[in-house]
């Protein structure tokens, strides 16, 4: 079992920064990648992030160029580096890993004003 607590939630101005964190605890041996999902009001959860083991990223198109992702592996933590936030950023953040199956976080909000 593997459990994640995402943290760095919050409420900013469009163009601001934010930077989320997430910490595995558990079997974190197991854990081949992690990242970050999204999901605003009345919609799908969406991907925005990921990070492997080995530290090959990938992002989502509405986030690449503004958004970076990284991983701590000393701490088994992973953030995610959000930069010009836009009002479309808003939604909850969960933090996703995987090892044979998905494990995901609570989630934390981010609230991106105009």
């Known amino acids: 079992q593997v459990q994640l607590v995402e943290s760095g939630g919050g409420l900013v101005q469009a163009g601001g920064d934010l930077r989320l964190s997430c910490t595995a605890s558990?079997?974190?041996?197991?854990?081949?990648?992690m990242g970050w999902y999204r999901q605003a009001p009345g919609k799908q959860r969406d991907f925005v992030a990921s990070?492997?083991?080995?530290?090959?990223?990938n992002y989502a198109d509405s986030v690449r160029g503004r958004f970076t992702i990284s991983r701590d592996n000393a701490k088994n933590t992973v953030y995610l580096q959000m930069n010009s936030l836009k009002p479309e950023d808003t939604a909850v953040y969960y933090c996703?890993?995987?090892?044979?199956?998905?494990?995901w976080g609570r989630g934390t909000q981010v609230t991106v004003s105009s």
């Open positions: 990070i492997t083991s080995r530290g090959i990223t």
């Open positions: 996703w890993g995987w090892t044979n199956r998905d494990y």
């Open positions: 558990g079997s974190i041996f197991n854990i081949n990648a």
